[in-house]
């Protein structure tokens, strides 16, 4: 089956504690991205990455990292977690120059 | 910023009944999409359109788009109680791989 897989799907965590939210897609495709959903605000691009050794910074990359090493997988990372990093992180995978995403369940994230 | 805002913010309306939902953008576009997220779950693909077409249907589904008023619009005909969902626009430019997606538009559908 086709899809797009996020570990963990709920985490709670203090701040400072560094993390790592993995993500992994199945379909071969080359472009990958993380968002974060918060109320009021939509869902807004962290980073994306165009194939493997290649990633940019979407709107709101302050504090994530991210990399692409191989092409099946896009892992975001929180070196040093803060209250404001709070919010609901999505995953989602598409193929180059179609940009119909296919997304992950999600990962709800609090920071204490 | 090229952020997509939708309008309305919420919508209720009778199941049957025909819903329309707005997009509004701000720079020039090379592709415009929707999708559907269902409370708190991941979003799913509706429907692309190009910025050279002016109009896509897919089932019930109706896109059109209006590059000089740089809006879109999504028509769901004949509403079921499955359509209730939230329903997000997506916007991508020339030379810019960046995604970017509205607030939104909470469409409930009451039986």
Redesign the interface.
Known sequence: EAQ?TQNPRYLITVTGKKLTVTCSQNMNHE?M?W?RQDP??????IY?S?NVEVT?K??VPEGYKVSRKEKRNFPLILESPSPNQTS?Y?C?SSLPG?????????T?LTVT | SQQGEEDPQALSIQEGENATMNCSYKTSINNLQWYRQNSGRGLVHLILIRSNEREKHSGRLRVTLDTSKKSSSLLITASRAADTASYFCATDAWRDDKIIFGKGTRLHILP
Do not use: K, T
């Open positions: 797009v472009y991205s968002y009021g605000l939509g869902l807004r691009q994306y165009m940019d979407g709107d609901l999505f989602a179609r940009y119909e995403q296919y997304f992950g369940p999600g709800r």
